[in-house]
C-alpha cells in the first residue's frame, strides 16, 4: 500500500480515484487503517442566545495507532477516556478536531459523498448495548436489510430475503426468524443480529464497541467465539473496545491502553499483560480481580487513589501524574511521547514496545503461568 | 450448614446470645404472577451467614439471585410478588411472620443493603448529606443538625475527601465510584448486622471496583458484619467471598467454600462458567461456551432445570430433579460446606 497522500487535501485526488484506492484489495498484514494525532475536542460554551465558547473537553487528544489487515487491535480504558469517541471518529460519525485517519492510504476526515459512503461501507460497528441499538419497530429482517437500501450494490432487490437469511445462519440464528421483532430475543441473540447487521456489506473492519459487557458470562464467551469465527471466514480486522482487560487478552493481537484522551501503551498482547512498563497499565492489571482464590494471597495489587480527572481541565505534563506514585517533578511539565521508552530501544525484550511514561520500567503484575 | 434447634424470641443485639447463624433462609419460594402465567423465580433456597462471614451468591441474569435478596430485605413488590412458603430467620426468628412495623426495624438498622446501580438509588434531588442524615433522623430522630454531622462522620468514613465541603453536593456531582461509597455510607450508617450488596461494582470501572472491594471488606472486618455479595463476576467472587452458592433458574445448584469452588467445581454449570471465562494471566484457544441460553421461568424445564444445556444429561435428568446433597471425598469422608445438586456430582468432581 501506498504511503498516506495527503494530496486529496490540495483536491489532486478526484472522488473516483478515491473510491477506487478504497475498493482495492489489501494484503494480509498491511496497515489498513492509520490513525495519526487524532484529536476531538467538545466545546463547552456559556451563554443562551450568545453563546462563547469557554473551554474544550478533550476527549480525543492525539491518538496514533495503526490496524493491520486481519488483525484485533484491542484498546482498553476507563470510562471517560475517550475510547468510544475514537470509535466514532473512525467511523466519521464524529468530525475530528484535527489529526487524520487514512484508510488504504486515503484520509477519510476529509472524504466526502460517494468516497466517504465507500468507506463507510468498508468499516462496520457493532454497538454495545443491544437493547437499545435496534429498533424495535422493525423486524429483524428490515434491520438487516436495511443495509442493503443504502449500498444497493451489494444485493439486488430480488435477493435481499436470502441474503438476509443467510446472515442470520452465520451468526448461528434460526433463519426462519427473519419476521420476528428484537424483544422476542434475548440479549445474546441479540448482538448476534447487531453482528449480521455490521457484516451484511462485506467490511473489511469492524469497530466493536463494548460487544459482550452487556451479556452474561455464559452467552458472553459465546459471542466471542463467533466473532472470532467471524474474523477467519470473512478475513475481517477488528478494532475491540472494551474495559474487560480478560476479554480483550483474549481476543486481541495487539492492545492499547488510553488514559484520558491519550494512548499510555501500545503493543502485542504479551507485551502489554506480561511485560507491561506504563504505571496506568501495571495498575490497570493489578485491580483485576483473577477468578482464582488461591492467587489473592500473592498477588500484588496497586491501588490507585482518585477518580480520573476531568477531560475538560486535564492535568499538565503527564496525564496520569495525579494518580501515580512515580511522579515527579519532571512529569508535571514534560508531556512523555509515546515511544519506546530509552531504556529498551534497541533491545531485543518484550518490554521494547511503545509506552507514554518518563519513567517506564518493567514490572509483572499479572504473573502469568 | 449447621441448624437451629432453638428459636430466639427477640433479635438480640450484636455478640448477643443467640448461637446460630445470623440469617438462615430455609426453603425460600417466590414467585410472580404474571399475566403469561406464574414465573417461579426463587425455588426453594437455603443458605446461612455468620457474623463476619462472607457469602457469594453467584449467578446470571434470572437465576433468582436478586429476588431472594429483596425477599430477605423485605422489599419484593407484593403482588405481583409471592413468598409460598418458606422461612427466612434473623438470629432465629422468621422474618417473613412478623407484622410490618417489626420489619420496619430491623430494616435498615440490622439488615441493609447496597444496591447496583448507584446513580438511580440516589434521589437526584436531594442532597447526599439529607439523604444520609435521613437514617439518623428517621431511626433515632436525631436533629437535622446532629444528623448532618454524623452525614460528614460517615463520609469520611468511606474515605470521601473534603467530606464537609460535599455534604450539601447532589448525586450528580459525584462521580461513579463515590457515589457507591454514600450508597455504602447509608448501608453503614446504623451499623447493621448484614449487608446485602446487589451487584455493588457492576457498573464500576476496575481500579474503582478494587477501590470499593476493598473498602467493604475493610469495614466489614470492623464491624464484624455479615455479608451477602450478590453478583455475576466470577473474579470479585475469588477475590472476596468465604463460601459460595451458585444459583440457576431460582435454586442453588452448588454451595462450597471459594477456595473448594474454584478447585474442583461439583456442578456442570460451575464448572462451564469457571471454563467460559477469558483469563487475564492465560492467552488461551477458544473459550468453552455453555450452549444454549438460560431458562424461560415460565417454563422451567421438567427435572434438572440445566439439562437442555449440560453437556451430561441423561433421561434421569430430564424427569428428576436432583436434591441438593452434600459432596464427599471418594472415600466417603466429608467435606463441610459443600452440596451438589446434580445427579451426577461424582463424576463431575472426581471425573
Not at chain 2, 182 to 198: F, G, Q, T, V, Y
Request: hydrophobic letters at 40%; one cysteine or more.
Amino acid at each position: 500500500m501506498a504511503e498516506p497522500s495527503k494530496t486529496n487535501e490540495a483536491g489532486a485526488v478526484s472522488e473516483a480515484e478515491a473510491v477506487a484506492a478504497i475498493d482495492a484489495p489489501i494484503q494480509r498484514g498491511e496497515p489498513i487503517l492509520q490513525v495519526r494525532n487524532l484529536q476531538k475536542h467538545f466545546p463547552l460554551t456559556q451563554g443562551i442566545l450568545f453563546k462563547k465558547q469557554v473551554g474544550a473537553v478533550k476527549a480525543v487528544d492525539g491518538v496514533s495507532f495503526d490496524l493491520y489487515q486481519g488483525e484485533t487491535l484491542g484498546i482498553v480504558g476507563e470510562s471517560g477516556c475517550g475510547k468510544s469517541t475514537v470509535a466514532k471518529l473512525l467511523m466519521n460519525l464524529e468530525r475530528a478536531t484535527a489529526g487524520e485517519v487514512f484508510y488504504k492510504g486515503q484520509d477519510i476526515t476529509k472524504l466526502s459523498g460517494r468516497a466517504l459512503k465507500a468507506v463507510r461501507r468498508n468499516i462496520q460497528m457493532v454497538f454495545q448495548d443491544p437493547y437499545t441499538s435496534l429498533n424495535p419497530r422493525m423486524t429483524v429482517g428490515d434491520i438487516i436489510g436495511e443495509t442493503f437500501d443504502i449500498h444497493p450494490e451489494v444485493a439486488p432487490k430480488g435477493d435481499r430475503r436470502r441474503k438476509v437469511q443467510e446472515l442470520l445462519d452465520v451468526v448461528g440464528l434460526n433463519p426462519e426468524y427473519i419476521n420476528r421483532y428484537p424483544h422476542q430475543f434475548s440479549g445474546g441473540q441479540r448482538q448476534r443480529i447487531g453482528i449480521a447487521r455490521g457484516l451484511a456489506l462485506n467490511p473489511e473492519i469492524i469497530i466493536c464497541d463494548e460487544p459482550v459487557s452487556a451479556l452474561d458470562v455464559s452467552v458472553q464467551a459465546q459471542v466471542v467465539n463467533l466473532m472470532e469465527k467471524l474474523q477467519d471466514e470473512f478475513n475481517l480486522s477488528y478494532i475491540f473496545i472494551a474495559h474487560d482487560l480478560s476479554i480483550v487478552r483474549h481476543i486481541s493481537d495487539r492492545v492499547g491502553v488510553m488514559y484520558l484522551g491519550k494512548m499510555a501503551e501500545i503493543g502485542t498482547d504479551v507485551q502489554i499483560y506480561d511485560h507491561p512498563t506504563h504505571p496506568y497499565t501495571q495498575a490497570l492489571l493489578s485491580a483485576v480481580p483473577v477468578p482464582d482464590p488461591e492467587a489473592r494471597a500473592n498477588r500484588e495489587r496497586i491501588i490507585l487513589t482518585g477518580d480520573v480527572p476531568s477531560p475538560a481541565n486535564p492535568p499538565s505534563g503527564c496525564r496520569f501524574r495525579t494518580r501515580c506514585w512515580k511522579a515527579q517533578d519532571k512529569c508535571a511539565t514534560e508531556v512523555p511521547v509515546l515511544a519506546v521508552p530509552e531504556r529498551f530501544r534497541g533491545l531485543d525484550t518484550p518490554a521494547a514496545h511503545q509506552s507514554a511514561c518518563h519513567f517506564a520500567e518493567e514490572k509483572d503484575v499479572v504473573h502469568a503461568s | 450448614m449447621s441448624t437451629i434447634d432453638k428459636t430466639a424470641t427477640v433479635p438480640a443485639p450484636r455478640g448477643g446470645d443467640h448461637t446460630g447463624p445470623l440469617l438462615e433462609v430455609r426453603d425460600l419460594h417466590v414467585e410472580f404472577h404474571t399475566r403469561d402465567g406464574v414465573a417461579k423465580a426463587v425455588n426453594g433456597v437455603n443458605y446461612s451467614v455468620n457474623a463476619g462471614e462472607t457469602l457469594a451468591v453467584l449467578g446470571e441474569s434470572g437465576s433468582g439471585k436478586s429476588v431472594t435478596a429483596q425477599a430477605i430485605m423485605g422489599i419484593l413488590d407484593m403482588p405481583p410478588g409471592k413468598i409460598p412458603q418458606g422461612e427466612i430467620l434473623f438470629r432465629g426468628q422468621d422474618m417473613l411472620k412478623m407484622s410490618n412495623e417489626e420489619r420496619r426495624k430491623i430494616r435498615g438498622r440490622k439488615i441493609a443493603m447496597i444496591f447496583q446501580d448507584a446513580l438511580s438509588s440516589l434521589n437526584p434531588v436531594l442532597s447526599v448529606g439529607y439523604q444520609l442524615g435521613e437514617m439518623f433522623r428517621v431511626h433515632q430522630g436525631l436533629s437535622k443538625k446532629d444528623a448532618t454531622a454524623r452525614a460528614i462522620e460517615l463520609m469520611d468514613r468511606v474515605k470521601i475527601p473534603a467530606a464537609k465541603a460535599r455534604v450539601s453536593d447532589y448525586p450528580h456531582q459525584f462521580s461513579g465510584g463515590m457515589r457507591q461509597r454514600i450508597m455504602i455510607a447509608m448501608a453503614l450508617a446504623l451499623e447493621p448486622d448484614l449487608i446485602i450488596a446487589d451487584e455493588p461494582t457492576t457498573a464500576l470501572d476496575v481500579t474503582v471496583q478494587a477501590q470499593v472491594m476493598d473498602l467493604l471488606a475493610e469495614l466489614q472486618q470492623e464491624f464484624n458484619m455479615g455479608l451477602i455479595l450478590i453478583t455475576h463476576d466470577l473474579g470479585v467472587v475469588a477475590d472476596v467471598a468465604d463460601k459460595i452458592a451458585v444459583m440457576y433458574a431460582g435454586r442453588i445448584v452448588e454451595q462450597a467454600p471459594v477456595h473448594e469452588l474454584y478447585k474442583r467445581p461439583a456442578h456442570p454449570y460451575t464448572r462451564g462458567l469457571l471454563d467460559s471465562i477469558p483469563r487475564l494471566d492465560q492467552k488461551g484457544q477458544e473459550l468453552y461456551a455453555i450452549k444454549g441460553l438460560p431458562p424461560n421461568l415460565l417454563k422451567i424445564p421438567s427435572g434438572c432445570a440445566f439439562n437442555p444445556r449440560c453437556p451430561k444429561a441423561t433421561d434421569l435428568c430430564h424427569t428428576e430433579v436432583p436434591p441438593l446433597v452434600p459432596v464427599t471425598e471418594q472415600d466417603g469422608t466429608e467435606l463441610p460446606g459443600r452440596k451438589s445438586a446434580c445427579h451426577f456430582w461424582k463424576e463431575t468432581i472426581h471425573g
